[in-house]
């Protein structure tokens, strides 16, 4: 059975946000710089608390920041 992985658009949202930073997205998130990078990176699966706030400092809907990958 392949696994799934979560991956995400959040460098892209970031971009298209005024350049929005990592620190800026992580404080408006309530988490560290550090999270953020390594959810950015795929090393790391957020919370689906943390997946909802990181999608409503962006407007918009969850899968539109997060879908998931099949590891062949």
């Not at 550090?34 to 899968?63: C, H, M, N, W």
Request: glycine residues 2%.
């Amino acid at each position: 059975m392949d696994k799934l992985l979560i991956r995400n658009h959040i460098r892209t949202l970031r971009f298209h946000h005024d350049e929005m930073t990592q620190q800026q997205l992580a404080e408006h998130v309530h988490v560290t710089r550090q999270t953020i990078v390594a959810i950015e990176k795929g090393k790391y699966s957020p919370s689906l608390e943390l997946a909802f706030r990181i999608a409503r400092a962006f407007d918009v809907p969850l899968q539109e920041v997060f879908f998931l990958e099949e590891d062949q």
